[in-house]
């Protein structure tokens, strides 16, 4: 049932404020929490990539994924930055460009791809770094190479895309191999799930082992913080961006984020409206690339992450400038807001929290982690 439908069952029932564990949740803020799963969600598949969801490119992409033969230097793999046992990214500060690596966890839902979301698809995505200098620097000569000296390698891509040859096509096909695997990399349920799934089926008991101070964060994140706006749905992003008052200048000058970003998906020819996308005309993925327009206010303005599995992917911000979960909370309690756009709608105010509410909203956002370690993260059946 749509959590809204929910909603409105439960004021024409005359349903009211409800309690869970102490803590008093309107039908509104219910409907809100709802609307964070069910988890995990649908499997969803990529038509710009012929082979998303195969089971033979799925396991091509993990091994090419791990292999640092496939860079120049015969010391990086994508497994470098994106380590599986780090929640697949690499727990430094910043890396490429002055920014952040971000985990590649549910990138399979995701719409836009990196900070400044310069890439509509994950292969796209995967292909950047896979063909840059200062990364892999791979070639379609140096791939098929690598291909010819890896009998066992190169049965595995015929087997899915027919023999190589050294042309742009190749790169393109080790990139959505790639794709394939990443997009079956899913974040674990977590204690939040059981507690969300438990208030929708209306089992009280269930629901009261949910940590009463995770319960006041929640109803924060969902009531007066009003962070549910971005941080929306069942991976708690909204996919989009925003300026969230974070310093946008580095060493090398300032960061344009956003409108740096479409400047580089415009121009290129792996956007999904270019000849390299697998997907049919009527695309409906397309349709943003085709329509997004650049303006102005893009700039500095970077993607609003997903909040799951979070406990294992510090430091956070685009610049990894904020040490730990309380790092965060604080900086949106005290935000200057006289960093943030002043044109548009506003969403964004110092929260002004208590130390209590402060530490309840940290609580809330470590049960968005699971308990086991970060390595155990499955893939996701397709």
């Not at 965060?328 to 005290?334: E, L, N, P």
Request: charged share 20%; glycine share 10%; net charge positive.
């Amino acid at each position: 049932m749509s959590p809204w439908v929910w909603l409105a069952l439960c004021v024409l029932s005359g349903v009211g404020p409800a309690r869970a564990g102490g803590v008093d949740f309107t039908a509104e803020e219910r409907a809100r929490i709802a609307a964070h799963g069910p988890w995990p969600p649908a499997p969803s598949s990529d038509a710009g990539n012929r082979v998303d969801g195969r089971a033979e490119a799925i396991e091509l992409g993990r091994r090419l994924f791990l292999d640092k033969r496939l860079s120049a230097s015969g010391q990086l793999a994508c497994a470098t930055c994106h380590d599986p046992k780090r929640a697949f990214q690499d727990g430094k500060r910043f890396t490429r460009h002055g920014r952040n690596t971000q985990s590649l966890l549910d990138a399979g839902q995701q719409r836009w791809f990196g900070w400044d979301g310069a890439k509509d698809s994950l292969w796209a995505a995967s292909l950047a770094p896979l063909t840059a200098q200062a990364e892999l620097a791979a070639t379609p000569g140096s791939v098929l190479a690598r291909l010819q000296g890896d009998h066992a390698l190169a049965s595995r891509y015929r087997a899915v895309f027919g023999p190589p040859e050294a042309d742009q096509a190749l790169l393109v096909n080790v990139a959505k191999a790639l794709a394939a695997y990443q997009a079956t990399l899913r974040s674990p349920r977590t204690v939040f799930d059981d507690f969300r799934d438990a208030l929708v089926r209306g089992d009280a008991a269930a629901a009261s082992r949910y940590p009463a101070a995770a319960q006041r964060g929640l109803k924060l994140f969902v009531g007066p913080g009003r962070c549910f706006f971005c941080h929306a749905g069942p991976a708690f992003t909204n996919g989009e961006f925003g300026d969230v008052g974070r310093p946008f200048f580095t060493a090398a000058g300032a960061d344009p984020g956003r409108w740096g970003g479409l400047q580089q998906l415009f121009a290129s020819p792996y956007n999904r409206l270019g000849a390299f996308s697998d997907a049919p005309a009527g695309d409906a993925r397309a349709v943003g690339t085709r329509h997004v327009v650049l303006g102005p206010r893009q700039y500095g303005e970077f993607k609003v992450p997903g909040l799951r599995g979070l406990q294992a992917t510090a430091p956070y911000f685009h610049d990894g400038s904020a040490a730990t979960l309380d790092d965060v909370v604080q900086h949106y309690s005290a935000l200057d807001e006289t960093r943030l756009h002043a044109d548009g709608a506003r969403l964004l105010q110092a929260l002004k929290l208590t130390p209590r509410q402060g530490a309840d909203l940290a609580a809330f956002l470590q049960t968005l982690s699971t308990r086991a370690p970060a390595a155990e993260a499955r893939q996701r059946p397709r």
